[in-house]
T-cell receptor, first 114, second 113 residues
Framework: EAGVVQSPRYKIIEKKQPVAFWCNPI?????LYWYRQNLGQGPELLIR????????DSQLPKDRFSAERLKGVDSTLKIQPAELGDSAVYLC????????????FGSGTQLSVL | GESVGLHLPTLSVQEGDNSIINCAYS??????FIWYKQESGKGPQFIID?????DKRQGQRVTVLLNKTVKHLSLQIAATQPGDSAVYFC????????????FGTGTRLLVSP
């Protein structure tokens, strides 16, 4: 079974440019998460989806960040415009809707904003 | 707010030794705890989890201990191997049920041959 797939693996952009990350969760997993991981720290939740509905986006900086999961499967996370402080690893995770507590993570997208 | 922290940022051990990684949590409402291993350039990988109705759970070479009285969690790795070198994170579910996980800062485990 394929795990959580993310792309790109690395992205280098200049500040004020837009950037987008893509995630394909494990098949059948209804719950999808985007986490941000700063260097030397644990992941911090940005947004959680239940199917196509964003049910927890309280920690998403909505002035510049947006996310979507239109068909309840793949998801994209966008930053526009990017700032220097956005440099981090962006992790996608998924979980079965019922009967599963642990999150399965992708390898992440490492973003460097110059 | 809720927080999960680790006592030791770096732990260095010799191959074959047993390793113990500690974690303190602050949210007494948490009833689910989990340990992840993260190797360089990779996402967190599940190691073991435990619910609050248990105080110990064993896996292959790993044991998680939960002490709810002092809000303490530990991960024990038996016969540590060089492949165990990574950053280890504990996480808790807070008062969210199983909806999300709150992660601690992490402990780096260095295993010398």
């Amino acid at each position: 079974e394929a795990g959580v797939v993310q792309s790109p693996r690395y992205k280098i952009i200049e500040k004020k440019q837009p950037v987008a990350f893509w995630c394909n969760p494990i098949s059948g997993h209804n719950t999808l998460y985007w986490y941000r991981q700063n260097l030397g720290q644990g992941p911090e939740l940005l947004i959680r989806y239940e199917n196509e509905e964003a049910v927890d986006d309280s920690q998403l900086p909505k002035d510049r960040f947006s996310a979507e999961r239109l068909k309840g499967v793949d998801s994209t996370l966008k930053i526009q415009p990017a700032e220097l402080g956005d440099s981090a690893v962006y992790l996608c995770a998924s979980r079965p809707g019922q009967g599963g507590e642990k999150l399965f993570f992708g390898s992440g997208t490492q973003l460097s904003v110059l | 707010g809720e927080s999960v922290g680790l006592h030791l940022p770096t732990l260095s051990v010799q191959e074959g030794d047993n390793s113990i990684i500690n974690c303190a949590y602050s949210n007494s409402a948490s009833d689910y705890f989990i340990w992840y291993k993260q190797e360089s350039g990779k996402g967190p990988q599940f190691i073991i989890d435990i619910r609050s109705n248990m105080d110990k759970r064993q896996g292959q070479r790993v044991t998680v201990l939960l002490n709810k009285t002092v809000k303490h969690l530990s991960l024990q790795i038996a016969a540590t191997q060089p492949g165990d070198s990574a950053v280890y994170f504990c996480a808790e579910n807070g008062d969210t049920g199983f909806q999300k996980l709150v992660f601690g800062t992490g402990t780096r485990l260095l295993v010398s041959p």
